[in-house]
C-alpha cells in the first residue's frame, strides 16, 4: 500500500496563502486518481478537489473554485493544493487522498471512490 503524507498545514490569517503537499511512498502514483478532502470540526468530511485518472480532468468544489489549484508534480510522487485568498471557514483539517482502482475520465468526487488515505494536515484561518 502506498503511504500518502500531508505537509504544508499551518495557521494563518484570512486572505492569506498555503500549499499543501502529498507525497507518496511505495509506487507510483502518475497514474492515480488523486484527491484532496477536508474536514472541519463537528462536520463530516468533504470533497475539495482532485485529478482523474492519468491527471485527465480537475474539479473543484464550489466553495473552493478560483482560489485553491490541484497539481501534481510526477517527478516527485507528490500531489500539491495551492490555496490562496483562505477564509476563516476553510478552517479544517486536510487529507490526501488516492483511488487505486479509478480508471474513469471523470473526477472522482465521493469519499467511497478512494481508498489511500493520509493522515492529514491542520489548517486554521484566523479572521
Known amino acids: 500500500q502506498v503511504q500518502l503524507a500531508e505537509s504544508g498545514g499551518g495557521t494563518v490569517q484570512a486572505g492569506d496563502s498555503l500549499r499543501l503537499s502529498c507525497a507518496a511512498v511505495?509506487?507510483?502514483?502518475?497514474?492515480?486518481?488523486m484527491g484532496w478532502f477536508r474536514q472541519a470540526p463537528g462536520k463530516e468530511r468533504e470533497f475539495v478537489a482532485a485529478f482523474s485518472w492519468a491527471a485527465r480532468n480537475t474539479y473543484y468544489a464550489d466553495s473552493v473554485k478560483g482560489r485553491f489549484t490541484i497539481s501534481r508534480d510526477n517527478a516527485k510522487n507528490t500531489v500539491y493544493l495551492q490555496m490562496n485568498s483562505l477564509k476563516p471557514e476553510d478552517t479544517a483539517v486536510y487529507y490526501c487522498a488516492r483511488s487505486t482502482y479509478w480508471r474513469r475520465a471523470d473526477v472522482p468526487t465521493s469519499q467511497q471512490n478512494y481508498n489511500n488515505w493520509g493522515q492529514g494536515t491542520q489548517v486554521t484561518v484566523s479572521s
Open positions: 511505495g509506487s507510483t502514483i502518475s497514474q492515480s486518481a
